[in-house]
């Protein structure tokens, strides 16, 4: 796809985003919206990456054709949202029994993001429904297990309540530690930025034991350097963040690595890191500055606590995002062109 018709497609999602964003009602967009929009996240990870388009949609979904991406992809919506609600249900009735909280969801966004692309998934098996089905229940298993142990509501509207688990970790301290643990997890993951190198030389599973502990120790270092710096902890990961995160993801699916998809790892990756996590980082915080005004006084009228950093976050990674990889993996890119395999680091285009 020409980067012309990329730069449509990202405008188009962006600007379709801003409108749902402003136009949403702000108590069910932030109170509601949010936190089950976790687990739209996952799902669609799971079923667009683990499970590669089950059941509908491609490559490995029965109804769909190059000529038939439109159908596949609206019932890929519906079965995405219903799994979803599942799980919601789950989580609220079944264990731990509770609402959707964004110190859960950024647990289960993590783990997704681990199991699919920093080489523990995200298919062990020959089924694309065995693959969807084992990343779903092993990233449910595993964010219990960590939010059982690791989280504590202290000083949280949830401090009291009786799902708190009372872990190791104040709750905002764990919720802003994950998120720039998310940052390197996307920026090693295979189709984004540094595509695992210099990692995937190791043998498995070294590899990904060694990755692991990499993004973790890099996650603290940065959250917790910047709090001891004195930045702003919504800024720090909600503006600066969040941003990097989304920007990863964007420039190798919505722009596929252009311009430099016709280097090899580790040039196209050092380069990458700065395109995205400075160079776009920077403009893309500037502008949310700037278009997000207007959500921001709806915010501010209606009482809720949260800034222009959180609202960047919001934007970015619950909105566009999800906007553009339902295009991108249920509909196909309809009607663009159909996206291809995504490059290996040592690959370069047309080999």
């Not at 029994?97 to 783990?111: L, Y």
């Not at 280097?263 to 500055?289: A, C, D, H, S």
Request: glycine share 8%; with cysteine.
């Amino acid at each position: 796809m020409t980067f012309g018709k990329a730069l449509l497609r990202f405008l188009v999602c962006m600007a379709v985003g801003w409108v749902f964003m402003y136009l949403a009602p702000v108590q069910w967009f932030y109170m509601e919206f949010l936190p089950f929009s976790f687990l739209l996240l996952m799902g669609l990870v799971t079923f667009g990456v683990c499970g590669l388009g089950w059941p509908f949609a491609a490559p490995m979904g029965i109804l769909w054709k190059p000529n038939n991406r439109i159908f596949p992809g609206i019932l890929m919506c519906a079965v995405w949202i219903l799994v979803a609600l599942i799980l919601k249900w789950f989580v609220g009735n079944v264990y731990p029994k509770m609402p959707m909280t964004p110190w859960f969801g950024i647990i289960v966004f993590g783990v997704t993001l681990w199991y699919t692309f920093d080489g523990v998934g995200p298919h062990p098996f020959k089924q694309a429904w065995a693959n969807w089905l084992f990343a779903t229940v092993l990233i449910m298993v595993f964010s219990i297990i960590i939010w059982s142990i690791c989280v504590d509501l202290k000083g949280t509207p949830a401090e009291k309540a009786p799902f708190n688990p009372n872990g190791f970790f104040q709750a905002d301290w764990w919720f802003g530690f994950c998120v720039w643990v998310i940052v390197w997890i996307q920026v090693w993951g295979f189709p984004m930025c540094f595509q695992g190198w210099p990692f995937y030389k190791l043998p498995k599973p070294l590899f990904q034991i060694v990755l692991a502990i990499v993004c973790v120790l890099l996650g603290y270092i940065f959250w917790a350097g910047g709090l001891a710096l004195g930045i702003s902890p919504t800024f720090w990961f909600g503006a600066v963040a969040a941003s990097m995160i989304g920007w990863s993801l964007m420039h190798s699916v919505a722009f596929e690595f252009a311009p430099f998809a016709k280097y090899r790892q580790p040039k196209r990756g050092v380069l990458n890191f700065i395109l995205e996590e400075v160079v776009l980082t920077f403009v893309w915080i500037m502008v949310l500055r700037i278009i997000l005004q207007p959500m921001l006084i709806k915010v501010q009228a209606a009482g809720l606590p949260f800034d222009i950093n959180q609202l960047s976050a919001f934007f970015t990674l619950h909105v566009v995002a999800v906007a553009l990889l339902i295009h991108q993996f249920f509909f196909m890119r309809a009607p663009l062109p159909i996206p291809g395999p995504a490059l290996g680091p040592d690959q370069v285009p047309g080999e």
